[in-house]
């Protein structure tokens, strides 16, 4: 069954536009981009609760509203906008689409104003169930079987990320974490609960080892956190919010 926002369809999972959408600032006359902006879904929800200025940005426009503020872009190439010109970045489950990811995040880096927010989505592999999954497949949910190499194309999720690399791809880039979610909990993920402990005392040895021997003690603790936080370890989708403190030197 396709989802749908006022008719619009919805290519991600349930909830996902809903938790994006209560992360941003309330102020409605932010400049807000949405990449890959895709059927439009949540650039009508956006206008609908009164914020006016949204620019759209895919590959091709295949907006299913009248919009008239559309860019063609590609996430693998520079973004078509103007230096600290932004002030929200919204990118809802288009990360995991491309490979060069630093370059896309220098990107969003450059073109948000200082304290601007990007949010992004992309589904969550350092969940239990997924790492179960790539335990026993060698595959993660949302990417469970081989990509079609004979028929290669954009929605293929051929750079699946997890959340601490998410994190090291962010803060080497003039961001800084705020929040992290998750759209929604299966009943099923549950299930997973019983590998905690045994998880949580390896890393917990592994992290402090590594951070001991390279001085990263503090880094370690933090994202060990963050891994076994209600989101990471059950969400489906993982929901990042975080804000430009510096701009990107890498």
Known sequence: MIRSYRGVSINTSKNTHEKVFCLIEKDTNSKIVDMP???GAFVL?????GFNNVIAIDIENILEIDHDNFIIGDMTKDIPLEDNSVDVFICIDGIEHIS???HFVKEVN????FGGEFIVSTPNISSLRSRWRWFMTGHHNK???PLDENNPNPLHHIRMISFPEI???LHTNGFRIEKVTENRIKLISWLYVIFI???FLFTSLVYYNSGRKKGTLTINKEVKKKMYSKAVLFGETLIVKAIKTTASHL
């Open 37 to 39: 902006s895709g059927s």
């Open 45 to 49: 929800r956006l206008k609908d609760n």
């Open 100 to 102: 060069p990811q630093f």
């Open 110 to 113: 450059r073109i948000l104003k």
């Open 143 to 145: 990417c469970t079987t």
């Open 167 to 169: 994190r090291y791809l």
């Open 197 to 199: 402990p045994f998880s």
